[in-house]
């Protein structure tokens, strides 16, 4: 993958502030060290009700490859049990998810589309197996940008979202699709979402297996 275009920031705010920001986020690239974008979860406003997002991301980032269980960070959400159990009508077999119109946007954001598999205990319960690969993938010649990769944060005023914008990274991306990126804080209906350049998020992090299970 080429990177279109380099643009050096010219952001130079009077605050010592942002100032002391844009040095922070050169200082953190590569390896087990913060990378940018932490620094930016760091001190973006991250809606409160995305744990697994951010925990996910962050583990991507960090770049140990390693398989993580949903369980490390917080027990599964009885929300996105019910909508499992209600789509896979607890059918032995894989089932592929979809939660894209399920409402919940932790879910949505942090594994996206996922299989479950689903097994009988000895005493008839129906046990639920989650996995999922996380890695921020492409759609060839796509030319609805429906690839861009998307982070929801907080309900922001207009003043905030503003400043929040003035922050960012400022390079230029090529996305495989065939289409430019930025950093970019946009609207989307009631959602404010950050969006993460493809490109940058395949350099910065190393893919890894998901896993979650639980019995009901």
């Known amino acids: 993958m080429v990177k279109c275009t ?46 697994f997002s951010t925990a996910l991301l962050k583990h991507y980032v960090e770049k140990s490859g390693r398989q993580l269980n949903l369980s490390d960070i917080a027990d599964i ?30 879910l949505r954001n942090s594994l996206g589309h996922f299989d479950v598999h689903v097994t009988r205990t000895s005493n008839n319960q129906s046990h639920y197996n989650i996995s999922d690969y996380y890695a921020f993938g492409y759609f060839k010649k796509d030319t609805a940008q429906k690839g861009r990769h ?23 991306y090529c996305n495989p699709g065939g289409f430019y990126e930025q950093w970019e804080i946009t609207k989307n209906g009631s959602e404010t979402i950050l969006y993460i350049p493809q490109e940058y998020l395949t350099e910065v992090g190393k893919p890894y297996n998901v896993i979650g299970s639980f019995t009901q």
């Not at 010592?16 to 986020?25: A, E, K, L, P, T």
């Not at 390896?31 to 620094?39: A, Y």
């Not at 959400?77 to 946007?105: A, C, M």
Request: avoid cysteine; charged fraction near 20%; charge should be negative.
């Open 6 to 51: 380099n643009i050096t920031s010219n952001k130079n705010n009077s605050n010592s502030w942002y100032g002391d920001y844009f040095d922070r986020v050169t200082d953190y690239v590569g390896g087990h060290s913060k990378s940018i974008l932490i620094t930016i979860i760091d001190l973006l406003p991250i809606k409160p009700e995305s744990p």
């Open 77 to 106: 959400p009885k929300e996105w049990k019910d909508f499992i159990v209600n789509t896979t009508r607890g059918q032995l077999g894989t089932h592929k998810i979809n939660p894209y119109n399920s409402g919940f946007f932790d």
């Open 150 to 172: 998307g982070f929801p944060l907080g309900s922001l005023p207009e003043d905030k979202i503003s400043l929040l914008r003035s922050l960012l990274p400022d390079e230029t």
